[in-house]
Nanobody, 115 residues
Framework: QVQLVESGGGLVQPGGSLRLSCAAS????????MGWYRQAPGKQRELVAQ???????DYADSVKGRFTISRDNNKNTMYLQMNSLKPEDTAVYYC?????????WGQGTQVTVSS
């Protein structure tokens, strides 16, 4: 049984930081393309950042220079360090694991940036 469990979301003021975690089980974590997506109310789900099995990283333009994605294959965990948060970063953040025809999602964690 595959499980992706996100944690670390919450309420933060503009300019603040949060660190999201995604703990994976039931998959060979190291071979998967891992990604963070987000969905704001009334908007489509969008890619925030992704990291390949070999460590190649890509970011959405809107988060470049502020967010950092990483993975620890020994802990089967992916992270998203989010700094300089803005109100427009408010969304539900989802963890994704993809490998060929296999596509798994976590349940999401809410991030709210507000004063």
């Amino acid at each position: 049984q595959v499980q992706l469990v996100e944690s670390g979301g919450g309420l933060v003021q503009p300019g603040g930081s949060l660190r999201l975690s995604c703990a994976a089980s039931g998959i060979i974590f190291s071979i998967y393309l891992m990604g963070w997506y987000r969905q704001a109310p009334g908007k489509q789900r969008e890619l925030v950042a992704q990291i390949t099995s070999s460590g190649i990283i890509d970011y959405a333009d809107s988060v470049k220079g502020r967010f950092t994605i990483s993975r620890d294959n020994n802990k089967n965990t992916m992270y998203l360090q989010m700094n300089s948060l803005k109100p427009e970063d408010t969304a539900v953040y989802y963890c994704n694991a993809w490998q060929r025809s296999e596509d798994y999602w976590g349940q999401g964690t809410q991030v709210t940036v507000s004063s």
